[in-house]
């Protein structure tokens, strides 16, 4: 009973986060097509065979994004446009995880110049893990969320992705 409702306060509690920050859906719950891809991420149609919406092992619920890295290619990526505030420092945080030959990517881009601003990857673990980056939008009034795997093969998975305003971040998600 214990484990139960400690898992429910963490659930909860990322639930909450995820209703402050700029990333639409973060924590995969909610499915698009039936479901089978997470709403609010889009992605050309190769990627939906190296990721995959999964209802059985997520960070702060069940739900989560999966990666094969034998499937597709590492140039497949699914992606998010945010509106943000210019010249603000932001927090990017996201729970990860990888294997030896599969790391999970997120990154945020400066929409006009495909910059990598900020961006956090697995390790080489097979658990969760959570990492953050500080970042600053620049003269951005939006960015674009991109995650990815690097690997051929292995697997991965990623959740709880979110972005922060620096003086907003929850002290336990970093």
Known sequence: MRTLVSGLIVASAFWLHAQTGLVTNGQFSAADDG???PEAWTAAAPA???FSW???DGFGSNDSLAVDAAQGTATDTVMQTVSCATRTQYVLVAALKGSAACTAVVEV???KSGTVLAAVRSGAGETWALASRRFNSGGNETLQVRLSAVG?????ALDAVQ???ADAVPDDLV
Do not use: Q, S
């Not at 051929?152 to 991965?156: F, N, Q, S, T, V």
């Open 163 to 165: 972005i922060y305003g």
């Open 109 to 111: 881009l400066d929409p």
């Open 54 to 56: 999964v209802n059985i």
């Open 48 to 50: 939906g065979k190296r």
């Open 35 to 37: 479901p089978t891809w």
């Open 152 to 156: 051929a093969e292995g697997k991965g």
